[in-house]
């Protein structure tokens, strides 16, 4: 199978990533997995604002490139890991949003707690620590990281989130950016109201 409308999917996502001011060209990286034998994944030194669908790469839970004509991802180890660790997960987008990356940069999670919207698509924020891109052992922390949320900042690298879907993956990256955002300015202004415990245990039950 060629996966045409799956592909054209991960493409478009990426496309977005790139237009809405979340990653930069040759920075971050999609999969999306439909089973152990077909993993959709972006490749690695193309724009990714003018990303193809034929462009997008194919490779088993085992790491083998089933489309070797480009290079898989750098991150592909880590995308495979988290498959591995947690088979719920159907979509990895990891990208690079200026806010939320200097949250990553200064140690510090966003704050998930000062609107309903926040807490409910992302609920608690995680840090991963800091580890070579591309390198296994970054694949290892950020998967296990994984294991206990949804949504990650990759310290001193960017964000990550998964999903059962891409429009579920990518509206955490947006939601993310946003909470960063909102986190910043309340900091700022030096009024900050964070939803209360008992609130936030309701949001909780939603999810």
Known sequence: MD??????????????????HLTTCSGGNISYKINDDAILIT????DKARLQPEQIRIVNIKGENLTP???LSIETPMHLKIYKKRPDVKAVIHA???????????NKTVNSKL????????GNVLMAPYALMGS???????????????????????VICVAKSLLMAFNKIE??????????ITEILKKKNEISEQDLNDIDKMI
């Open 3 to 20: 996966y045409k409308i799956q592909k054209e999917a991960v493409a478009y996502y990426m496309r977005r990533l790139y237009s809405q």
């Open 43 to 46: 490749p690695s030194q193309l």
């Open 69 to 71: 004509e480009f290079k």
């Open 96 to 106: 690079h949003p200026a806010l939320a990356t200097s949250f990553s940069v200064m």
């Open 115 to 122: 609107t309903g919207e926040a807490r409910l698509i992302l």
């Open 136 to 158: 296994e052992k970054l694949a290892d922390i950020v998967s296990d990281t994984l294991l206990k949320t949804d949504v990650a900042l990759m310290q001193n690298h960017g």
């Open 175 to 184: 939601v993310l950016e946003n909470a960063a955002k909102i986190d910043i």
